[in-house]
């Protein structure tokens, strides 16, 4: 069985601050990572993907995201936060036998000015 | 490539009538998806095709539901009758597995936002 648990419905940050968006997941075999973006009204955009290979793996927009096996954790973080970065994050899980993914209830990231 | 196409965008219809939405995956990925997405329940996979064979439709919420892929670039999702509560975004994504394994990221359309009145 596999899931993943987004640990923060909504973070708020200031603009140039760190962000840390976490997530845990729970997967019978080894998991294959991802986070996707959505933003208002738009539909929703890979960001960066874990599929065995490096650990710390980095995505677009100056994002990226640790696979940490020993937490069963694959927070995203960027270092400086941006006026665009205010989206909607969904943490998704799955596996080699699977077809499917499986979503987090999403975080919303809010950045203030 | 142009990426996932979906069309229409937007769809406003009265409750009864049949609705269809459609889908356009990119070219040469082998796997089509079709999500709902509502503030209340989330993003939710209704059914999804391989090689243009349903797979798995265990998501399609009732017999109105309805979702066919005549060929490899092209999907439709119908709704026959509509009701108020199918109001929600539909996102179709598309994938390439051809022959490897490990899962393969999704790539989403736009969406078509549906409003049944």
């Known amino acids: 069985a596999q899931s993943v648990t987004q640990l923060d419905s909504h973070v708020s940050v200031s603009e140039g601050t760190p962000v840390l968006l976490r997530c845990n997941y729970s997967?019978?075999?080894?998991?294959?990572l991802f986070w996707y973006v959505q933003h208002p009204n738009k539909g929703l955009q890979l960001l960066l993907k874990?599929?065995?290979?490096?650990?710390l793996v980095k995505g677009i927009n100056g994002f990226e995201a640790e696979f940490k096996k020993s937490e069963t954790s694959f927070h995203l973080t960027k270092p400086s936060a941006h006026m665009s970065d205010a989206a909607e994050y969904f943490c998704?899980?799955?596996?080699?036998?699977?077809?499917?993914?499986?979503f987090g209830t999403g975080t919303r990231l809010q950045v203030f000015p | 490539d142009a990426g996932v196409i979906q069309s229409p965008r937007h769809e406003v219809t009265e409750m009864g009538q049949e609705v269809t939405l459609r889908c356009k995956p990119i070219?040469?990925?082998?796997?089509l998806f079709w999500y709902r997405q509502t503030m209340m329940r989330g993003l939710e996979l209704l059914i999804y095709?391989?090689?243009?064979?349903?797979?798995?439709d265990s998501g399609m919420p009732e017999d109105r539901f309805s979702a066919k892929m005549p060929n490899a670039s092209f999907s439709t999702l119908k709704i026959q009758p509509s009701e108020p509560r199918d109001s929600a975004v539909y996102f179709c994504?598309?994938?390439?597995?051809?022959?490897?394994?490990?899962?393969?990221?999704?790539?989403f359309g736009p969406g078509t936002r549906l409003t049944v009145t």
């Open positions: 994504a598309s994938s390439s597995r051809w022959g490897s394994r490990g899962s393969h990221e999704q790539y």
């Open positions: 997967s019978s075999y080894s998991p294959s």
């Open positions: 874990y599929t065995s290979a490096a650990t």
């Open positions: 998704v899980v799955s596996n080699y036998n699977t077809d499917k993914l499986i």
């Open positions: 070219s040469g990925h082998d796997y």
């Open positions: 095709f391989n090689n243009n064979v349903p797979i798995d």
